[in-house]
T-cell receptor, first 115, second 112 residues
Framework: DTGVSQNPRHKITKRGQNVTFRCDPI?????LYWYRQTLGQGPEFLTY????????KSRLLSDRFSAERPKGSFSTLEIQRTEQGDSAMYLC?????????????FGNGTRLTVT | KQEVTQIPAALSVPEGENLVLNCSFT??????LQWFRQDPGKGLTSLLL?????REQTSGRLNASLDKSSGRSTLYIAASQPGDSATYLC???????????FGAGTRLTVKP
């Protein structure tokens, strides 16, 4: 168990560019979450996968955001036409089970800076 | 919509003190509540998860209580140490809802 892994750790991009982040959850975890966190705030839910199925999406997830988990293992989060307001820490978390009563395990996040 | 408030926003104590962090939430129909710790620039580390049927959970020097009907949870840290310095976040979780809501956290500093 190497924990939840996120890459890259940091990403600086110019406004209007596309970026993609990757999350590798703990290997036996079937549930995967994406959150966004800005300075001084708690994480905000973006989307949730159970295995390869994307079951929930927040209204925060605009049309410029897309997430995939094609084989039920790793996940990617893509932001198209980035805006300065997208600057934040993007956190991935995973857990195991059929219901949401097991602890979430978080990665160390990808910090995005849009200039 | 679940609103989560954590008080105080920041706390500074000398090493060795016992302390209490507070979390309140507006929707008491929760399935469980989780307490996390976050170090600067890092992700969240799960500390304790309390099921809605439980009143408290303990792990080492940490004790978390839950009063679901009043929408409150507390995290008690005994004999604080400088290594406990971090931001502590609570997150109540509604049944069959994967949208876990977080408070803004309490930033704790334990001075040697």
């Amino acid at each position: 168990d190497t924990g939840v892994s996120q890459n890259p750790r940091h990403k600086i991009t110019k406004r209007g560019q596309n970026v993609t982040f990757r999350c590798d959850p703990i290997s036996e975890h079937n549930r995967l979450y994406w959150y966004r966190q800005t300075l001084g705030q708690g994480p905000e839910f973006l989307t949730y996968f159970q295995n390869e199925a994307q079951l929930e999406k927040s209204r925060l997830l605009s049309d410029r955001f897309s997430a995939e988990r094609p084989k039920g293992s790793f996940s990617t989060l893509e932001i198209q036409r980035t805006e300065q307001g997208d600057s934040a820490m993007y956190l991935c978390a995973s857990s195991f089970g059929r219901v949401n009563n097991s602890p979430l395990h978080f990665g160390n996040g990808t910090r995005l800076t849009v200039t | 919509k679940q609103e989560v408030t954590q008080i105080p926003a920041a706390l500074s104590v000398p090493e060795g003190e016992n302390l209490v962090l507070n979390c309140s939430f507006t929707d008491s129909a929760i399935y469980n509540l989780q307490w996390f710790r976050q170090d600067p620039g890092k992700g969240l580390t799960s500390l304790l998860l309390i099921q809605s049927s439980q009143r408290e959970q303990t792990s080492g020097r940490l004790n978390a209580s839950l009063d679901k009907s009043s929408g409150r949870s507390t995290l008690y840290i005994a004999a604080s140490q400088p290594g406990d310095s971090a931001t502590y976040l609570c997150a109540p979780n509604r049944r069959n809802n994967n949208d876990m809501r977080f408070g803004a956290g309490t930033r704790l500093t334990v001075k040697p």
